[in-house]
Structure formats: C-alpha cells, structure tokens
C-alpha cells in the first residue's frame, strides 16, 4: 500500500491494482463472515436488509481508505452505528489512519469507532456477552488498533529514513570518489609538467649546442641529434599521456603503473643535467634515503628537477650547487644555488611561468616549506620537507 508521511493530507497517490484488489478480498471475506455470522441462527428480519445494504455500500467505500482514509473511515464508522456489517471495513479504516496519519487524528478516530458501536450495541444485542463487557472489548481492540498503528508508523518512518541516508551516503561516496579523481589526475598532471619541462630544457640543450657548434665532430653531431631523437620521442610520449589523462576519467596510471622517483633517483637526474652541459656539485648526505616515505622522496626530488630546470632556462653556464641532507626526525633540506647571467638579475620565478608556484604548492602540501632569493647576484632554492622519525 502507498503511503505518505504522518500528517500528510488527506489525499495520496493513486493506489495500484494489487493494493485494491487486496483490500477488495479482506474486507469483503470479512463483511460476509459478519452477516453470516450475525444471521446464521435468528429468524429472518427486516434488519437483513439492512445489513445487505450497509455491507455493499461499506465494501463500495472500502477503496477509498487507500488514498482518503480519515474521510473514508469517519463515514464507515457511521455505518457501523447501525449495522455490524460495516464494522470489518471501519476497522480497516482505523487501521489505516494509526498507520498513516498524525497520533491526534488516528485517536479522533478510534474514539469515534468506539462510540458508533456503543451506539451499536445499545441497540442491537450482540449476543451472549453483557453490553459493559462487549464495549469494554472493542475499547481494548481500538488501543490495540492505536498502538500498532503507531509502531507501523514509526518503522516505515525509520526505513524512509534509513533509505534517505543511504542515497545520501552513496551521493556522498560517489562525490568523494569524484574529488578523489580528480586530485589523483592533478597530481599526476603536476608530475607529468615537471617530468615534461625538465626533458625539453635538456632537447633544448642539446639542439643549442648543435646550433652553435656546427664545426663539431660528426661523431658529437650524431650523438646530439640521437639523444634531441629520443628526447623527442620521450616527451611526445609523456604529452600523449597528460591529454589522456585530461580526457578520460580513469588515470592512466596510478600508484601501480609509472614508478615514481626517490631519492636513489637524485644523482641520475644530476648526471642527465651534467650531459646537457650544466656544471651540477651535488653535496647528499642523507641517513637511511631508501627509507624516505613516497611522498617525501618524490618532493625533494621535483624541488631538485625544478631547480635544475629553471637553472638550464635561465642561468645557461653557470654552475649549480645541490645540496641534499636530512634524514627520519630531521626531516629534508634541500639547496639549489646558481649564479644568475649579466643579461639579468631576475630570478626564475619571475620570468612569466609558473613552475615555482606550482613547486611551492606543492611542497606545503607536503607539510614543508619552500623559499627562493637573489642574493649577491646568486640565485636560491630553499626546501624543508617534514620526515617523520
């Protein structure tokens, strides 16, 4: 049966065959068992009729109770006033408003069902049992009415509830998940530019060089221009996976594809910068690195990538000094230093890209922190990365 919430009005969606048809059966059974009952061992009379009556017109109404029941029942129950036939369909209707409707209308009702059988049974004998004992009968029977009707209420309002919050929950998941994503594709995007930045500074290196020194040997001209082919290849690669991932909503790869850079990585990265022709001293000292959490290791290791990066782009010759220390408890501090070219003293941050930026955010989303300056006409790249003990 449909019902709406306590205190809804007195009108509902329309009923499904099913529900009709149920009704339909009960109360019908039930109209019949009373007249057969009532009838079955007395004389014939004029109140037969009646009966009949009032037992066909209740059993009409008796649809009625599953979209209007406080209207429906008010007039069952005066049915039931004068004849017992209409008693079976004012019950239902009792039923249905303690289910359905708010505590004070449900306790009008009932109240108003025990007097149209007091009346009833005032005039009407109902046979072996004193009046006081038969009326004292269905008062019980209409608390009992009340008290189911006020339990059924309670738990469809319960499951109604607890259907609410589990939409609201799985809503709420699929957000999350949805905000998860989009994160991981972020930081996967932010480690594709690093990664991306960092290998074109180095084609650009080397397609300098063949630009400058056309005298090279052809050995050296064919070395560079291997290393520029590959290079190229390696960066369209990685293009191709950032507009993937910008495209499609799955990553590419997650925690399990592309294996991400430690701290063990930091002296290849130094010697790839070495081959482009940049002077790097790189100065480690690190106590257990193998033992740096993911997120610790891959941070020091962009900070490291970016400043040798920006180094190549805008301090062409000159030496870098990195230095690396720390360990579990001391937590990472990272230097880059390069000295900055006659043609300015703008630091690399300043030049119109976003790379620092980008580099400073994440790090205080490592929980460290990140500074830069010019000092003496020096550049400086300065990182600490919190490294729990």
């Known amino acids: 049966m449909n019902s709406l919430s306590p205190g809804s009005e007195d009108c509902d969606r329309r009923p499904g065959v099913a529900a009709v048809g149920a009704i339909l059966g009960v109360s019908g059974m039930l109209v019949a068992a009373t007249v057969l009952g009532w009838w079955i061992n007395r004389p014939v009379g004029p109140l037969l009729a009646l009966d009949l009556s009032a037992g066909a017109l209740s059993l009409l109404l008796t649809p009625l109770l599953l979209t209007r029941p406080t209207a429906t029942t008010v007039v069952l129950t005066l049915l039931a006033a004068v004849s017992p ?56 029977g209409y608390l009992a009415l009340l008290g189911w009707g006020a339990w059924a209420r309670a738990r469809e309002a319960l ?59 052809p050995e050296r001209l064919s070395r560079a221009a ?22 499609d909503d799955d990553p ?67 030496p870098v000094h990195v230095t690396l220390r720390g360990g579990p408890g001391a937590g990472l501090r990272i230097d880059v230093r390069n000295a900055l070219t006659t043609e300015g003293n703008a630091p690399p941050g300043w030049s119109g890209g976003a790379g620092l ?15 830069h300056e010019v000092v003496g006409g020096e550049f400086r790249l300065h990182a600490s990365i919190p490294w729990p003990a």
Not at 281 to 304: C, G
């Open 85 to 140: 036939a209409a008693t079976p369909p004012a019950i239902i209707g009792a039923v249905q408003v303690a289910r359905r409707r708010r505590t004070p209308t449900a306790v009008a009702v009932a109240a108003a069902g025990l007097a149209a059988h007091a009346v009833q049974g005032a005039w009407r004998s109902s046979g072996g049992i004193s009046y006081g004992w038969w009326l004292a009968l269905v008062a019980v």
């Open 159 to 217: 499951i109604r509830s607890l259907h609410d919050r589990a939409r609201r929950a799985e809503a709420e998941q699929g957000r999350r998940v949805a905000e998860a994503r989009m994160l991981e594709r972020r930081v996967i995007a932010r480690e594709m530019h690093d990664v991306l930045a960092h290998r074109l500074s180095l084609l650009a290196t080397f397609a300098g060089a063949m630009e400058y020194r056309p005298d090279s040997s």
């Open 226 to 247: 291997g290393v520029v082919r590959d290079g190229v290849h390696q960066a369209l690669e990685e293009l191709r996976e950032v507009i993937s991932l910008l495209r």
């Open 252 to 318: 590419p790869y997650g925690d399990g594809g592309r294996p991400q850079p430690v701290l063990a990585d930091v002296p290849r990265l130094v010697e790839e910068s070495r081959d482009a022709g940049t002077d790097v001293l790189l100065r480690e000292a690190v106590a257990e690195p193998a033992e740096a959490p993911p997120s610790v290791a891959r941070t020091a290791y962009r900070v490291i990538q970016e400043g040798l990066t920006n180094a190549r782009k805008h301090a062409a010759g000159q």
């Open 357 to 371: 930026v980008g580099l400073t955010e994440r790090v205080h989303l490592a929980g460290g922190q990140l500074d």
